[in-house]
């Protein structure tokens, strides 16, 4: 009885354990968020996120309902309104947002086939074909909200990629 609780404590543990450490994230052609194969939208219940990436911090709580999480070893945020998804966001060079956590994103990203990093400056902007994103203003791009149901929502300092997200609505 022993050995089969601690078996399943142990296969509990890698469990989380490699759910935190292995992150894929994809924009794909269809403009949809597909977080290690799992596909986010504002249906999306929180508790699948945790049920991928563990149990995150919460940021901030308000009344109104919305929560912001961080996955600080990651370098994501979520918001999240009555469990439901409002937002994901990858910091690749924190810039002072503190919606954001300090850690930068430790996961693998694309636009379609444009894969970005942490090195990444605005010219792949211009390699993504599958939504229209335009400069708001300095250091800040964004697709139309009006016309997307997943509007991106890119920003940079210095040239570098500072945090790309996406909002569900």
Known sequence: MKKRLIIIIALAFLNVM???????IEFTKDKVV??????????????????????????????SGKTNYHYEELGMSFHTVDD???????????????????????GTFKFGDVTIDNTSDNSFIDKI??????????????????????PVIIGFKDNLVTQIGFEFH
Do not use: C, H
């Open 18 to 24: 490699s759910a935190q450490t292995v992150v894929d």
């Open 34 to 63: 597909v977080l290690n194969g799992t596909k986010l939208g504002p249906n999306t219940s929180f508790d699948e996120v945790k049920e991928i990436l563990g149990t995150p911090v919460v940021y901030k709580s308000y009344r």
């Open 84 to 106: 439901k998804l409002l937002f994901i966001g990858l910091n690749f060079n924190w810039d002072g947002d503190e919606t954001f956590p300090k850690t930068l994103y430790t």
């Open 129 to 150: 074909e599958m939504v229209t994103i335009m400069s708001v203003m300095p250091g800040l791009y964004m697709s139309n909200p009006k016309v997307e149901s997943t």
